[in-house]
Antibody
Framework: EVQLVESGGGLVQPGGSLRLSCAAS????????MNWVRQAPGKGLEWVSY????????YYADSVKGRFTISRDNAKNSLYLHMNSLRAEDTAVYYC????????????WGQGTKVTVSS | ETVMTQSPATLSVSPGESVTLPCRAS??????LAWYQQKPGQPPRLLIY???SRASGIPARFSGSGSGTEFTLTISSLQSEDFAVYYC??????????FGGGTKVEIK
């Protein structure tokens, strides 16, 4: 059974940093691209970042470029999102999601971790 | 950026009825279109990919169609568990991946 479990969310002050983790199991993690997608309270879905299976191709949404860094450790079956210079508008539930075999749709999602940026 | 538009934001439907949810892309996305269902407090669940292919375990009452810029998700004979928010997402012209704003299907 495919499982994605996010952790690392919490309350942080504006300008602060946080590192999210996503532990993967039940599939060959090193064979799949991964995404982070977020959802602000009461709002829709917003794609944040993408990393290819090998880790050597990375993309970011303009809203987080230069502040967030995606990475992965295939030996540990883990995905990460390092978030710096956090803003109130980064407040959201952050989901890790596995890319599809035939395109970058999200076939599997974690339960999400909540990030609140507030003073 | 390819803008995905879902309208209306809310549809009121009676159980047992069928409903068609539209999704429009600002430029062609070929058939690289996915649909997701999301219930309160839960992550999204993939329903359809490739515009018309059902994901594993998805009931046959869910069907997708369209290509280019116009797409629809049809749910035939709505069940109580189908009342939720539905999102479309294009994965043809990216980055960025883009989602529609969602359509909430509520009980009439």
């Amino acid at each position: 059974e495919v499982q994605l479990v996010e952790s690392g969310g919490g309350l942080v002050q504006p300008g602060g940093s946080l590192r999210l983790s996503c532990a993967a199991s039940g599939f060959s993690f090193s064979s799949y691209s991964m995404n982070w997608v977020r959802q602000a309270p009461g709002k829709g879905l917003e794609w944040v970042s993408y990393i290819v299976a090998s880790g050597n191709i990375i993309y970011y949404a303009d809203s987080v470029k230069g502040r967030f860094t995606i990475s992965r450790d295939n030996a540990k079956n883990s995905l990460y999102l390092h978030m710096n210079s956090l803003r109130a508008e980064d407040t959201a539930v952050y989901y890790c999601a596995r890319g599809g075999a035939t395109g970058n749709f999200a076939g599997y999602w974690g339960q999400g971790t909540k990030v609140t940026v507030s003073s | 950026e390819t803008v995905m538009t879902q309208s209306p934001a809310t549809l009121s439907v009676s159980p047992g009825e069928s409903v068609t949810l539209p999704c429009r892309a600002s430029q062609s996305v070929s058939n690289n279109l996915a649909w997701y269902q999301q219930k309160p407090g839960q992550p999204p669940r993939l329903l359809i990919y490739g515009a018309s292919s059902r994901a594993s375990g998805i009931p046959a009452r869910f069907s997708g169609s369209g290509s280019g810029t116009e797409f629809t998700l049809t749910i035939s004979s709505l069940q109580s568990e189908d009342f939720a928010v539905y999102y479309c997402q294009q994965y043809n012209n990216w980055p960025p991946l883009t989602f529609g704003g969602g359509t909430k299907v509520e009980i009439k």
